[in-house]
């Protein structure tokens, strides 16, 4: 008795399969995610990190009593596009993506495998970036980054200080 039950299981679930084949109902796709837990043992993991700009400068323009004019950044990158500039001044921060609408930053050239960019902020840029009433005066951190476009992985930064000194008289734009 019980040999006649599993055949007739059997050929019960071998019809329901020749009828899901054929079209009575089908095998509908799914959207679940799958997911299983890997554990790995005496071994090591680094991420991949960016490489910093290389050779940046940092040109204060300023006239006698009108004072700062503008700011012109330089650096090589060996990635192309991606480029972010930050500027803090009192904990407020701007920033300028290569590539997004009113950026600065340019690609000025590339030779020997490291791409040249520059940035060149006037002051009615800077004031738009950090949102400030003047630049009579003070101090402006200016971090320089290299990325990938469309992406917020960035690079450590080159940084620099801004002294802007009233009237214009000995603006400064150190690395630090």
Known sequence: MMRRFRAGVIGAAMLAVVALCAGG??????????????????????????VAPSDPTCVPTSVIIVGLQSVRLTWSSPQQGGQQIQIVKNGVTGTDVQGTTGSVITQTGNANNAYQYQATFSTAKLLGLVNLGDLLGGTYTIRIYNGYAGSAWVSAPKTFQLNVVLLGLGTTCPAV
């Open 25 to 50: 109902g089908g095998i509908e796709p799914t959207e679940a995610a799958w997911s299983e837990v890997e554990y790995a043992s005496g071994g090591t993991m680094s991420a991949a990190t960016l």
